[in-house]
């Protein structure tokens, strides 16, 4: 026996609603200042003034506290005495967050290997295509974006969101350094490496993708490729490969 319709006028509360009114604020204002932060429209080591921004956006300045702490816990905001501040990684900075990123993406791309489906090949292969696109039509921007979204499909291929979580975390302010390096960047050299990266995922070939990122990485940051080797990790993505090599630069990009 189906159960009688039920109809009834449902009448949301005044606080409710502001809350939900809140939350979607704060996500889009979170969501803006991440694009202005990553796309270098707000300049490393800037301070953040609620004050300004609130002014700036007209939005109250709740929303912007509650982005700003979210952009914090990514990694692309720090907290000191003084306010707060765009992160500005340091040399070092962008090494060490190497090191986990590196014996990580390895993981990653072997475990895609292993799982990958018809549909998520499909889906690999999207994202390859829009950076040949890219490449073709001479679209930086989009280049880089999907270059980092090859990186963030193969962590969703592994199915493990405690990979794809710790591995944002650290993409997230070296994407700050990409902004800013980006126009040295060589094209074709950064295109064959993804797709040789994306052909072995695609053919479930764990030890070639293995062999392709180690490859990719080593051309943009081989001391740190060193020391993952030598910490017992194998290497693969460097943080920086969303920038390329450059064939003017052996050294990893600050």
């Known amino acids: 026996m189906n159960a009688p319709d039920i109809k009834q006028k449902i009448e949301f509360r005044d606080a409710d609603v502001q809350r939900i009114e809140r939350v979607l604020l704060k996500d889009n204002t979170a969501e803006l200042l991440r694009d202005y932060i990553i796309g270098g429209r707000i300049a490393p080591g800037a301070k953040l003034v609620e004050r300004q921004i609130?002014?700036?956006?007209?939005?109250?300045?709740?929303?912007?506290r509650d982005a700003l702490i979210r952009l914090e816990q990514q990694g692309l905001v720090v907290s000191r005495s003084t306010g707060?501040?765009?992160i500005d990684l340091s040399d070092r900075d962008a090494r060490d967050l190497h090191q986990i990123r590196a014996t990580l993406?390895?993981?990653?791309v072997e475990l895609a290997?292993?799982?990958i489906s018809?549909?998520?090949?499909?889906?690999?292969g999207a994202a390859i295509d829009a950076m040949r696109a890219a490449r073709l039509e001479?679209?930086?921007s989009a280049f880089v974006r999907a270059d980092v979204e090859i990186h963030r499909t193969i962590w969703r291929i592994a199915k493990?969101?405690?990979?794809v979580r710790t591995l944002e975390n650290i993409l997230s302010p070296l994407l700050i350094m990409v902004a800013n390096t980006a126009q040295a960047f060589d094209w074709d050299e950064t295109l064959q490496m993804h797709e040789q990266i994306v052909s072995s995922v695609m053919n479930k070939d764990a030890h070639a993708a293995r062999q392709a990122v180690r490859r990719h990485m080593d051309s943009i940051f081989p001391q740190a490729s060193a020391s993952a080797e030598e910490a017992g990790g194998r290497a693969a993505f460097s943080p920086l490969d969303d920038v390329?090599?450059?064939?003017?630069r052996t050294q990893p990009l600050t």
């Open 244 to 248: 390329g090599p450059s064939r003017k």
């Open 84 to 86: 707060r501040y765009v």
């Open 113 to 115: 290997a292993e799982r």
């Open 160 to 163: 493990n969101d405690y990979l």
């Open 54 to 64: 609130s002014a700036a956006l007209g939005v109250s300045r709740m929303p912007i």
């Open 138 to 140: 001479g679209e930086r």
């Open 118 to 124: 018809h549909e998520e090949q499909q889906a690999i």
């Open 105 to 108: 993406e390895i993981l990653a």
